[in-house]
């Protein structure tokens, strides 16, 4: 039986209602997010229209800046400094890729930590550890979102990550350690992937090389979550998980695009409503 697809577009529309919900709740003062980037990146553009219209749709003012090309780290620092000043900016977001010569953790440091709605500052990366956090990193969180829709249990499952990025590979394995399940992050020095990933109930692939997974290292009836974006050959946007024979063997699968992808701006929009005091 082919995999069950797990549609982010639908997970992130009920969020985007709850989150509506949540947004009235706190009253009519302006919730704004600001999104900064230094030149204007293609790449980014898509991201930046994605994450507008949904703080749109949930009644979040997104606050546009591209700063020019040739701003340099401290420039960039001195703007975030003022947006922490600013009562009305809830959220402050930073685009990237940024240019050589910024660094993004100096960056990520400047956010105050309350207004850091990319769970990126170490105050929040660290605070992971504790708990799940108030602001967690929004890919994290969305693949944990996606696994929670299955409706799994978790205690005990074998979980394995593939990569162990600061913003998506760390942070997903704590939070479902969290929820007890038994976490084994996979990097450039495993030595057998395969190894891992067969005995995997749950699958997470976060590295950013299509094709790296394919179904016959897949365990039968997994779930799998691929939060990987490549452009394929034939220049589509692409997973790190081989849809085609994935699908034929896991129980779950997302697609990408439109899975974890939707779920991370749902994740935006929620830890910048969390940022301005809403329960949600
Ligand atoms: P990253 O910082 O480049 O991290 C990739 C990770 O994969 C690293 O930990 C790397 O290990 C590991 N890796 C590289 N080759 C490997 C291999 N052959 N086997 C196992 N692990 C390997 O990337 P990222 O920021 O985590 O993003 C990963 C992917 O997710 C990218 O395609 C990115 O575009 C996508 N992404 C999607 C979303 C979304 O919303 N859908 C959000 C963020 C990222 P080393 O560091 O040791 O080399």
Redesign the pocket.
């Known amino acids: 039986m082919p995999a069950q697809l797990l549609d982010g577009k639908l997970l992130a529309e009920r969020i985007r209602q709850e989150l509506r919900t949540a947004r009235t709740a706190l009253g009519k003062a302006p919730i704004r997010l600001v999104s900064l980037e230094v030149g204007q990146n293609p790449a980014a553009a898509v991201y930046v229209r994605n994450q507008t219209r949904a703080a749109t749709e949930v009644g979040i003012e997104m606050e546009v800046t591209n700063l020019p090309i040739g701003t340099n780290e401290a420039e960039l620092v001195a703007t975030i400094g003022s947006l922490n000043g600013r009562p009305e900016v809830a959220g402050i977001l930073v685009q990237r890729p940024l240019p050589p010569g910024i660094d993004p953790r100096v960056v990520q440091s400047a956010i105050d930590p309350h207004k850091d709605v990319e769970g990126m500052h170490p105050t929040n990366m660290g605070s992971i550890l504790y708990r799940e956090p108030l602001l967690p990193p929004c890919?994290a969180a969305?693949a944990q979102q996606l696994i929670l829709a299955t409706g799994l249990d978790l205690r005990g499952a074998e979980t394995v990550v593939?990569?162990?990025?600061e913003?998506?590979?760390k942070p997903i394995a704590i939070l479902l350690l969290h929820r007890l399940s038994t976490v084994t992050v996979?990097?450039?020095?495993?030595k057998h992937?395969a190894d891992h990933t067969r005995r995997a109930d749950i699958l997470v692939v976060?590295?950013?090389?299509a094709g790296?997974v394919h179904g016959d290292i897949v365990k039968p009836g997994a779930c799998v979550i691929d939060?990987?974006?490549?452009q394929g050959a034939d220049g589509r946007i692409v997973g790190?998980v081989d849809f085609a024979s994935a699908s034929a063997v896991a129980g779950y699968l997302t697609p990408v695009p439109g899975g974890?992808?939707p779920v991370?701006v749902a994740m935006l929009m929620r830890n910048t409503l969390r940022a301005a005091g809403a329960r949600v």
């Open positions: 890919t969305a593939v990569g162990h990025s913003i998506v590979g996979c990097h450039v020095g495993t992937l976060a590295v950013g090389k790296l939060v990987g974006i490549n790190d974890v992808g991370t």
